[in-house]
């Protein structure tokens, strides 16, 4: 019998962004009662302590069910060592966990890590990455600061904090500059009582149940407005190159089923040589013979993920949709479009599903 494996949110945002605000709202709603909160030290997380009830050894329980665990041996040890208490009993039977990272962390080994150590790979998934921004000097802090680059990058969901503080027009020039550096993101605000509303649905979303409209990010992928089969948007980035990190990303579109035997050798061939420029894949394909519900696939940094078939489609259509977030890599050219199209003209076999 398998373990029993539970979603991960993981948490970002640059110094002072306003994670754990953010953190402590979403705890304070009833959906996220069963909910374990990892960090790295409690007392520089700042859960509001009329939320703690008791503590014992680096485990506190919070007001709400909750639980709040300190990472001291690392985080891999920190999970595992929460799953076995969890099957044992000696903690409350949560039901996700929440991953609170420093200011200054580069989120993509957390994201390596889980998805991609075989022991907490079995006990846990990653269900969104989701990155706090802030509206006042979120701007400042991508330019300057590339851990906030990367925090950006990784993200299933972008949270812009502190809209009410912000100079006029701020908010509308970061929504805008967010949307061109990972357009596969969703993008909430927290000026808008219905994001926080549909973030905490999101994130109280399982992983195997969770449909496209409960993980933000694919839900946001999946509406990407592109012609069909366009070779286009391989070709023309969707943001400007920028010239201390040259990131950039382009999206290829798929109308007719992709196969299994086609996008494994290709994503395989294409980390192999490419994955070091590769800061994120995100895609939901729709493969041959297994039509009726949608493939999630994503990569970090030249590390594939195992896909993950999701609950359902998102409206009728059935495309093919790949996001790339790249560094130091041309997209102008078409290689990654092309090096696809030569994949699918190498195994024109035969489909068995046909």
């Given at each position: ?40 030290e ?45 099957d044992?009993?000696e ?12 200011g ?17 790979a ?6 969104q ?30 949270w812009?904090?502190k809209?009410?503080i ?36 999101a ?45 950039q ?50 990569a970090?940094?030249?590390?594939t ?14 495309l ?15 290689e ?16 068995l599903?046909?």
């Amino acid at each position: 019998m398998k373990p029993e494996r539970f979603p991960v949110i993981l948490l970002t945002g640059f110094l002072g962004s306003g994670k754990t605000t953010l953190l402590n709202k979403l705890l304070r709603d009833p959906a996220m009662a069963a909910t374990a909160v990892l960090v790295n030290e409690f007392g520089e997380v700042g859960i509001d302590h009329a939320l703690i009830q008791q503590a014992c050894g680096d485990v506190v329980l919070l007001e709400n069910g909750c639980i709040c665990c300190t990472v001291r041996e690392g985080l891999a040890a920190a999970l595992l060592d929460l799953a076995e208490k969890r099957d044992r009993g000696e903690v409350p039977a949560f039901e996700r966990i929440m991953i609170e990272t420093t200011g200054l962390a580069d989120p993509i080994p957390i994201i390596q890590l889980i998805v991609g150590d075989s022991e907490v790979a079995q006990r846990y998934g990653l269900l969104q990455v989701l990155t706090v921004i802030d509206a006042t000097c979120g701007m400042t802090s991508l330019d300057a600061q590339p851990e906030a680059m990367s925090q950006l990058t990784a993200a299933d969901c972008l949270w812009i904090s502190k809209p009410d503080i912000a100079a006029d027009g701020q908010v509308e020039a970061l929504w805008t500059r967010l949307e061109a550096l990972n357009p596969a993101a969703s993008l909430l605000s927290a000026a808008r009582a219905r994001d926080q509303a549909s973030l905490v649905r999101a994130c109280g979303g399982s992983l195997a149940s969770a449909s496209l409209d409960r993980r933000l990010g694919w839900s946001r992928l999946a509406h990407t407005t592109h012609g069909l089969d366009c070779a286009c948007c391989a070709r023309r980035p969707l943001l400007p190159a920028l010239a201390h990190r040259r990131i950039q990303s382009t999206c290829i579109v798929r109308s007719a089923p992709l196969r299994w035997d086609v996008i494994g050798p290709w994503l395989e061939m294409l980390m192999q040589t490419r994955g070091d420029q590769i800061l994120r894949l995100k895609g939901i394909v729709c493969i041959e013979g297994d039509e009726d519900r949608p493939w999630a696939i994503h990569a970090v940094l030249g590390h594939t993920c195992a896909p993950e078939r999701l609950a359902k489609w998102t409206g009728e259509e059935r495309l093919s949709r790949l996001v790339f977030i790249v560094q130091d890599l041309d997209t102008d050219d078409g290689e990654i479009e092309r090096s696809l199209a030569e994949f699918e003209n190498q195994c024109a076999l035969p489909s068995l599903a046909r």
